[in-house]
């Protein structure tokens, strides 16, 4: 007995011990299958991300290659993109039943040169036939008030300007405020001292000249700002009244997209778009918008011009007593031909070159390097300071007096000290000059056309910055 039952404990043994090597051996069976498993996925991964990496370089690498790699662009679609120009309106909603577009901007941006144009049209342009028969409703500001079709201003536009706008987009006063907010709040350096009340519609503007942030309802308050309540507006070497309030609508609007294509914003887009989406009036398909975007990121405000349609103001004795402003036709075809079509001007330089190189074979480098010297010449420049160091402006002085450009006053900037350089154009200098001037001194924005109006001495003004190395 004794022999079957140690028989039966080795047996039982046995199959225990066998029993413990087929539990242990399918832990490591299925260990090799999740290895194999992770391994392709790997593989996989890898695969993918080098051909994401791959079309990220063929879409120009960095972060616009990145995005337009993920909204499915490849290398071609940008250069399939043309310049994108649409109309801005911006209505104020506070007064029942009326919707005057005191603010209208032409607004341009082009992928594949990365140059960007705000081109103002002053509130009051004349688009009537006789202007000694002139009413409120010929003002262009009244064509969609009257005829609540955006299309009619688009076409006025058109006819003023002598564009081929098809886009538009009305911003009324909930739009804007959501969209700054979106965004900011936006720094922005604020021109002048601004305390003007309107009790009927509700409105109170009051502002410190200097560097603030501006939310939504701020927004809306600073870009309505015209004059104070003692009748003073912006100062004359910024551009009095509705002058000052086009540049200052620029301004700010430059600060917006300055703002929006910092890394830290490209996350906010999607509700950027959704916002506009949502609020704004336009004929411009969101989706086409989309398509720009991952480009717009490279954009740098300074390649961003911005200009007003040049005009005066007739006497009201001559127009019906109705205060019109009459676009000068032959200025302002000059002044589209170098915002839009530069390479008219280029065409047109280089046919004159060779007509004067043909008639006058003596003409050489030298005299031709005279004949731009004499140019400069008659450009008087005006220089203040616009930082702490005292030595930066003979500095900026000496290099204009190199160039042959005649500096005929320096300050200092009455103002704390400002980050950006700005060159401002305070008459009709033509773009030329003033990019110039901008590669002379190695910074600075370019700052609109006619802005000093007759009144200023000087054509240019430079307000040195902080960005001035």
Do not use: C
């Not at 144009?117 to 409703?137: E, H, Q």
């Not at 700002?225 to 551009?239: A, I, L, M, V, W």
């Not at 950006?420 to 773009?431: E, L």
Request: net charge negative; proline share 3%; no cysteine.
């Amino acid at each position: 007995m004794s022999k079957d039952k140690e028989n039966k404990r080795q047996k039982a043994n046995n199959k225990n011990r066998s029993q413990n090597q087929k539990t242990k051996q399918k832990p490591k069976k299925k260990m090799k299958l999740w290895k194999k498993i992770l391994f392709v996925i790997l593989v996989i991964l890898l695969v993918a991300g080098g051909v994401f990496a791959y079309r990220v370089h063929k879409n120009g690498g960095g972060l616009s290659g990145m995005l337009a790699t993920v909204v499915g662009h490849d290398e071609n679609t940008r250069k399939s993109l043309g310049e994108l120009q649409v109309l801005l309106m911006g209505v104020s909603t506070d007064q029942e039943g009326v919707a005057l577009t005191d603010t209208i901007i032409v607004a341009s941006y082009n992928p594949n040169t990365q140059k960007a144009v705000l081109l103002s049209i002053p509130r009051d342009s004349f688009t009537g036939k006789n202007t000694k028969r002139a009413v409120a409703s010929d003002k262009i500001n009244a064509i969609y008030n009257v005829t609540r079709d955006p299309e009619k201003t688009v076409e006025a536009v058109n006819e003023l300007t002598g564009l081929d706008l098809k886009y538009y987009a009305i911003v009324q006063t909930e739009a804007l405020i959501e969209l700054v907010d979106a965004i900011g709040p936006i720094e922005y350096y604020v021109p002048t001292d601004m305390n003007y009340d309107d009790t009927s519609q509700d409105l109170h503007i009051h502002f410190e000249e200097g560097l603030q942030e501006i939310d939504g309802p701020k927004a809306e308050e600073l870009l309505r700002f015209r004059k104070n309540n003692d009748g003073t507006s912006f100062p004359e070497e910024y551009g009095d009244n509705d002058i000052g309030r086009m540049r200052n609508q620029r301004e700010f609007i430059t600060a917006v997209v300055e703002q929006t294509v910092k890394l830290e914003n490209i996350t906010k887009l999607g509700s950027i778009i959704d916002i506009a989406s949502r609020n704004l009036i336009t004929n411009l398909n969101f989706d086409v918008l989309k398509d720009y975007l991952p480009y717009a990121v490279e954009f740098s405000t300074e390649n961003l011009q911005t200009a007003s349609l040049p005009g005066s103001v007739p006497d009201l004795k001559t127009t019906n007593n109705v205060s019109i402003f009459v676009v000068d036709k032959e200025a302002t075809k000059q002044l589209v031909t170098e915002l839009f079509y530069p390479e008219k001007l280029l065409e047109e330089e280089t046919t004159d070159e060779n007509t004067t190189n043909t008639t006058d074979n003596t003409t050489n480098t030298s005299t031709s390097s005279s004949s731009t010297t004499t140019s400069n010449s008659n450009v008087k420049i005006e220089v203040l300071n616009g930082t702490n160091d005292g030595k930066v402006l003979q500095e900026v002085v000496n290099k204009l007096k190199e160039k042959g450009y005649n500096v005929t006053r320096t300050g200092v900037e009455n103002t704390n000290s400002i980050s950006k350089t700005i060159i401002a154009n305070k008459k009709n200098v033509s773009t030329t000059i003033m990019n110039d001037i901008k590669e002379t001194i190695g910074t600075g924005t370019i700052s609109d056309k006619s802005e000093g109006g007759s009144s200023s001495k000087v054509d240019v003004t430079i307000i040195i910055g902080k960005d001035y190395q």
